[in-house]
């Protein structure tokens, strides 16, 4: 619809939406991905997806 229309409005996204919320209604935040080196400080490297060492079983039944 605001395409078609050639309406462009600048909205915040969903996530700095929801930050905002979370620091309204929290004590306490812990973001993921927010870390801006490529290591940590013990020296281990920083992964880019939390679901990056998570494994999958997949079943067909086809």
């Not at 905002?20 to 004590?27: G, H, L, N, S």
């Amino acid at each position: 619809y605001w395409l078609t229309n050639h309406v462009q409005i600048k909205r915040p996204t969903t996530g700095l939406l929801m930050y905002t919320m979370a620091t309204r209604f929290c004590d306490e935040i812990h973001l993921y991905g927010f870390w801006p080196f490529a290591h940590d400080p013990d020296g281990k490297p920083v992964k880019y997806h939390y679901y990056d060492t998570l494994t999958y079983h997949y079943t067909s039944s086809a």
